[in-house]
């Protein structure tokens, strides 16, 4: 089984993700951001980078989307394929950061590797507003996410919301986590693996 989790930069994924693969013993997928090579020089200058950075991502995605269709093991993925292109993508391609050729030529690409993906079995998408982002940026002090533009994330909240009720065709559980804080408070993470436990299993 795979299971992604979806959502605006600061949303808590990563959070949820190491959360819900030690309750269920599932095995956690993370998004290669850390060790990206092109992540700092991206936020320093967009346009610049913004190519670079999305084709280092779609191949990274890829390599997981196989790994993943290979394990026999429950998978839970920080961040799918989907999002890097229907949200991050189009939205620098909407912002002029990255130029039609460009944009063409990454479609072109995509559209080869998804002959070989298929959706998740559950997409569980961390719904946020603009302030309870900027608050989780800036509460976690990566230097390089400082300089994030609130353009930047507005932009990425829309493409989100066109991508999870317009164009994505696989089973959702949409959480609101504004005044939620699953980390800390047990009732808060409770609460969505009840939601799981009914989306998944059929309990409750």
Same mark, same amino acid.
């Given at each position: 089984?795979h299971?992604g989790v979806?959502g605006?930069i600061?949303?808590?994924?990563?959070? !949820?993700?190491?959360?819900l693969? $030690?309750?269920?013993?599932?095995? %956690?997928?993370?998004?290669a951001?850390?060790?990206n090579?092109?992540? *700092?020089d991206y936020?320093k200058d967009? %346009?610049?980078?913004?190519?670079?950075? $999305? #084709?280092?991502? !779609? +191949?990274?995605r890829?390599?997981?989307?196989?790994?993943?269709?290979?394990?026999r093991?429950?998978?839970?993925?920080?961040? +799918?394929?989907?999002?890097g292109?229907?949200?991050f993508?189009a939205?620098?391609?909407?912002?002029g950061?990255l130029?039609?050729?460009d944009?063409?030529?990454y479609?072109d690409?995509f559209?080869?590797?998804?002959?070989a993906?298929?959706? %998740?079995?559950?997409?569980?998408?961390?719904?946020s507003?603009i302030?309870?982002l900027v608050?989780?940026?800036?509460?976690?002090g990566? $230097?390089?996410e400082q300089?994030?533009s !609130? =353009?930047?994330?507005?932009g !990425?909240?829309?493409?989100?919301?066109?991508?999870?009720?317009?164009l994505?065709?696989? *089973?959702v559980? +949409?959480?609101? #986590?504004? =005044?939620?804080?699953? *980390?800390?408070? %047990?009732?808060d993470?409770s609460?969505i #693996? =009840?939601?799981i436990?009914a989306?998944?299993?059929?309990l409750?």
């Amino acid at each position: 089984m795979h299971i992604g989790v979806a959502g605006n930069i600061g949303s808590g994924k990563t959070t !949820l993700t190491r959360m819900l693969s $030690e309750h269920y013993g599932w095995e %956690p997928k993370y998004e290669a951001v850390t060790y990206n090579p092109f992540l *700092e020089d991206y936020y320093k200058d967009i %346009p610049r980078w913004s190519f670079n950075l $999305e #084709v280092y991502f !779609l +191949t990274q995605r890829l390599k997981d989307v196989m790994e993943i269709a290979k394990s026999r093991n429950t998978i839970i993925q920080d961040r +799918t394929i989907f999002e890097g292109v229907y949200v991050f993508v189009a939205n620098n391609y909407e912002m002029g950061n990255l130029s039609k050729r460009d944009f063409d030529a990454y479609m072109d690409l995509f559209k080869v590797v998804m002959q070989a993906v298929k959706a %998740p079995d559950l997409l569980i998408y961390l719904k946020s507003s603009i302030p309870h982002l900027v608050d989780q940026i800036q509460k976690r002090g990566r $230097e390089y996410e400082q300089s994030i533009s !609130l =353009d930047y994330l507005r932009g !990425l909240n829309d493409r989100y919301e066109k991508f999870i009720n317009e164009l994505y065709g696989g *089973e959702v559980l +949409t959480i609101a #986590v504004d =005044d939620l804080d699953f *980390e800390h408070n %047990p009732e808060d993470f409770s609460m969505i #693996v =009840d939601k799981i436990d009914a989306q998944l299993f059929g309990l409750f």
